[in-house]
C-alpha cells in the first residue's frame, strides 16, 4: 500500500488525550479515529507531491513557519515514530490565508515532473501521464484546502498522520 497521508478533524477534547497518550500508542489512537468515522481526507499518494509543488521542496524537508508546508505535514509534530502532528484551530487562519493564494490553475499549469523526479519525491510516480498527475494534485489541493476551511468554520484542529 505504501505511506498515505490523512487529515483528521478533531475536537478539543480529542487532541488533549492524544497529547497524553504514551508516544507508542498514538498510532493506534489514531487508525481508532479513522475507524471510527471521524471527519477526514485522505490525500493518499500524492502529500509529497502536493508538498512539493507548493513549496518546491519535500515533505520530509517541512519549512517551519510556511503555512503551505504546514497545511501539508501540520506544525507541531508529536514525539512517536510514526508521523503524525497537529494544528491547532487558532493557527487556521494563516495556512487558509496561504492556501487562498495560491492560483492552483497557475501552480499545475507550471509543474514541470523532471523536477520532481529529480527530486526523489515519495512515490515514484511522477514518470506517469503528466495530465492525470496534474488533474490528482489539483482535486488533492482542492479536497485539503476544503478541509482546513470546514475545520476553521467549525472551531476544530486538524491531526496529520502520514504513515
Known amino acids: 500500500m505504501g505511506i498515505q497521508a490523512v487529515y ?4 478539543d ?3 488533549k488525550r492524544l497529547a497524553e497518550a504514551p508516544a507508542e500508542e498514538l498510532l493506534d489512537l489514531v487508525e481508532e479515529l479513522e475507524e471510527a468515522g471521524c471527519p477526514q481526507i485522505g490525500l493518499e ?11 518546491g521542496v519535500s515533505a520530509s524537508s517541512p519549512l517551519e513557519g510556511n503555512p503551505l508546508s504546514e497545511a501539508v505535514v501540520g506544525v507541531q509534530v508529536f514525539d512517536c515514530e510514526d508521523f ?9 487562519p494563516a495556512i487558509l490565508a496561504a492556501l487562498d493564494a495560491v492560483s492552483i490553475e497557475e501552480v499545475i499549469a507550471a509543474a514541470d515532473f523532471a523536477r520532481f523526479r529529480n527530486a526523489r519525491l515519495y512515490p515514484k510516480i511522477w514518470s506517469d501521464d503528466p ?5 490528482e494534485l ?4 482542492r479536497e485539503l484546502r476544503d478541509f482546513y476551511h470546514v475545520c476553521a468554520s467549525t472551531q476544530r484542529h486538524v491531526l496529520v498522520g502520514i504513515y
Open 138 to 141: 489539483e482535486e488533492a489541493f
Open 84 to 92: 503524525i502532528a497537529r494544528t491547532w484551530n487558532n493557527e487556521l
Open 45 to 55: 499518494k500524492l502529500w509529497d507531491g502536493l508538498h512539493f509543488l507548493l513549496t
Open 13 to 15: 477534547a480529542t487532541l
Open 131 to 135: 495530465a492525470q498527475l496534474k488533474t
Open 8 to 11: 483528521l478533524s478533531v475536537d
